[in-house]
């Protein structure tokens, strides 16, 4: 399900009365179970490439694939359908929900899955606790910290172990310490659970993570080298 | 969620829940009054003549002639009377008449009713400001209306004369003394109305022992209904006497009635839509500004439909809400209003002037207690369609984009 294949992929901006080029003509293959690193400066393309791969964004032109599934051809509803089964998301901005506890939080995805309460509960604690926020179950968003809120956002993308996790800068605020426990946490999944990653960042601390390091500029692709992690 | 989105700004959420609340405690109210005021408006007009029911010959009612009778009416009364355990049942015979005074002569209708049961089908007997209603069973005495009385200039004591045609359009002539003059507060019955005993009518108007109608006045309005049912029961398929409705008797009622709900319906309705933009204000307020979060729910996989009715579900909570304190307040108002009355300055005077009570009560009723808040309900409901339709139709990068 989670090999990912774009073909020929474009995405342009209007701002204003100038055309702004998201992507140029991107094609990409990753495999399931790949853990990968898209870097480049901001305005490069790795977002707009990780929202294109996730369907929250549908590009002017190309294709893409994620298993058997022609992801830029689904309607809404299938759409959010997939993203809520086999994709994790972890936001530059965190995206937290601010009426809800991080316990809550991390529960919203299974929920809208149909989990039950119980199992829910503790699948939200447990992973609560793995990105050490133990004891912070009860708090809303505007209680915790920027780097508390990227783990409880961390901590909704993986809990309910999807196929793939595309996440935006999941480090940019987190000292190196949490920074690195975090990684490993992805590392973890990624070899134990097969979860593929794809992770945009300008953290030379993440890169050294990954697998394999996808160097974009001005929405092309620049640079793609296998690499030991 | 839905819940705890409504106390992210819980001071918003009280104004809209407060509007509600306000306009379903008002229009219960309003409501209830109306409804009151129409039930003493109709007990009021019927009581003072018509009464709820009359057993007439079917084409009396289109065709009001002396011909169109009741045989044997004092006994076809007794006789209900008796069968229905119930006594207000009066009968009547009307004709019309030239009454002359020393003075004057007016045309007038001349009702011979039954004294003993009169009073208890109209009001009218009580009304008698000067002098004394009739007496059963005493011929030659007549009762008029204050303004016939001023038009002949007579009083209590006077003597009158009329003559008229009776039932077998021979002339029917008598001189009456006046006993006493009655104020009903109805312009076209103190103008035009007399009352002789029924016994003395019958005989100068050569109507042997016939009658034009049987009136009857039930408990309660709300009864009219099931005595029409028993009545028409025993009446079976004798198709010499019609069975009418008060309705039917008095059509301008019902129809004045309907013109007073039409104009009250116009301020409940601007009511209603004031609300309704409230709760249009409060929910596009809130999905406006949590445009992001919606966008993130959607990228975790929330279908837009569910989002929706997310906001439809705040929405009826809301609604919830002020229905179930609106309805509070409103009955609390009315329970309290049903014991004290509701009156404004002036009411007495008018009370006085048209002989009605001096206070209106309310009417608890269902219809009173749930229409108004059902109404407020739908269209808080309606309100919300439009910033649900916005959710729906948003995409999931584009609100998460916005500011």
């Avoid at chain 1, 299938?78 to 937290?96: E, S, T």
């Avoid at chain 1, 999944?189 to 794809?198: P, S």
């Avoid at chain 2, 809400?321 to 009156?343: A, C, E, K, M, Q």
């Amino acid at each position: 399900m989670s090999s990912i294949r774009c073909r020929q992929l474009c995405k342009t901006f209007k701002q204003g009365d100038e055309i702004i080029t998201g992507l140029d003509h991107i094609d990409l293959d990753i495999d399931e179970g790949e853990f990968v690193c898209l870097s480049g400066p901001s305005g490069s393309g790795k977002t707009t490439l990780l929202n294109a791969i996730g369907g929250l964004d549908t590009p002017d032109s190309g294709e893409i694939h994620m298993g058997n599934i022609r992801v830029d051809q689904l309607e809404r509803g299938p759409l959010a359908d997939m993203r809520l089964r086999h994709i994790g998301f972890v936001f530059q901005a965190y995206n937290l929900i601010p009426v809800l506890t991080a316990q809550e939080n991390v529960e919203f995805v299974m929920e809208v899955q149909g989990l039950a309460a119980a199992e829910r509960a503790q699948k939200a604690r447990a992973i609560l606790e793995e990105v050490g926020l133990e004891g912070m179950e009860d708090r809303r968003p505007a209680q915790l910290s920027g780097g508390q809120q990227q783990r409880v956002a961390v901590a909704r993308a993986i809990v309910s172990h999807p196929d793939l996790v595309l996440a935006d800068e999941p480090t940019a605020n987190l000292d190196s310490v949490s920074a690195g426990h975090l990684m490993g946490l992805f590392q973890e999944l990624n070899q134990h659970h097969r979860i593929t990653f794809v992770i945009s960042t300008h953290d030379k601390r993440v890169m050294r993570y990954a697998k394999r390091l996808i160097k974009m500029q001005d929405g092309k692709i620049i640079g793609d080298e296998a690499q030991e992690s | 969620m839905a819940w705890r989105n409504l106390w992210r700004h819980w001071r918003r959420t009280w104004l809209t829940v407060g509007a509600m609340i306000f306009s379903n405690g008002l229009l219960i109210f309003a409501m209830s009054l109306q409804f009151g005021s129409y039930d003493m408006m109709i007990d009021n007009s019927l009581q003072a003549y018509s009464g709820h029911l009359q057993l007439q010959h079917p084409r009396y009612l289109d065709d009001p002639k002396m011909r169109y009778a009741i045989d044997d009416i004092a006994a076809t009364a007794a006789r209900l009377r008796r069968e229905l355990g119930l006594a207000s049942i009066s009968p009547r015979a009307a004709g019309f008449a030239l009454a002359s005074s020393e003075e004057r002569s007016y045309g007038l209708q001349i009702i011979g009713v039954d004294p003993a049961h009169e009073p208890l089908v109209s009001t009218l007997p009580g009304l008698v400001k000067q002098g004394r209603y009739l007496e059963p069973g005493a011929a030659g005495e007549i009762i008029i209306g204050a303004a016939l009385a001023r038009n002949l200039k007579v009083k209590p004591g006077d003597e009158l004369t009329f003559i008229g045609s009776g039932f077998d359009d021979s002339f029917a002539a008598g001189v009456v003394r006046v006993v006493g003059i009655f104020e009903s507060g109805i312009a076209d019955l103190d103008r035009a109305l007399a009352q002789v005993d029924l016994a003395y009518f019958q005989e100068v108007f050569a109507m042997q022992g016939r009658g034009h109608s049987l009136t009857v006045r039930a408990q309660h309005i709300d009864d009219v209904e099931t005595l029409q049912a028993r009545i028409a029961a025993l009446l079976g398929s004798n198709e010499s006497i019609l069975l009418r409705h008060w309705d039917e008797l008095q059509p301008g009622l019902r129809q004045a009635i309907q013109a007073d709900m039409a104009s009250n319906s116009f301020m409940y309705i601007v009511l209603i839509v004031l609300v309704a933009f409230s709760v249009l204000n409060t929910q596009l307020m809130s999905v406006l500004e949590r445009t992001r979060e919606f966008g993130t729910m959607m990228a975790l996989g929330l279908q837009p439909g569910r989002l929706s009715r997310l906001v439809m579900l705040e929405t009826a909570l809301m609604t919830a809400l002020g229905l179930v304190l609106g309805i509070f307040v409103g009955l609390i108002i009315n329970l309290y209003l049903s014991r004290v009355g509701f009156s404004y300055p002036g009411m007495d005077e008018v009370a006085l002037k048209f002989n009605l009570p001096e206070r209106i009560y309310p009417a608890i009723s269902m219809a009173s207690m749930t229409l108004g808040p059902t109404a407020v309900a739908v269209g808080s409901l309606l309100a919300t369609l439009y910033p649900a339709l916005r959710l729906y139709l948003l995409t999931p990068i584009e609100a998460m984009r916005a500011v």
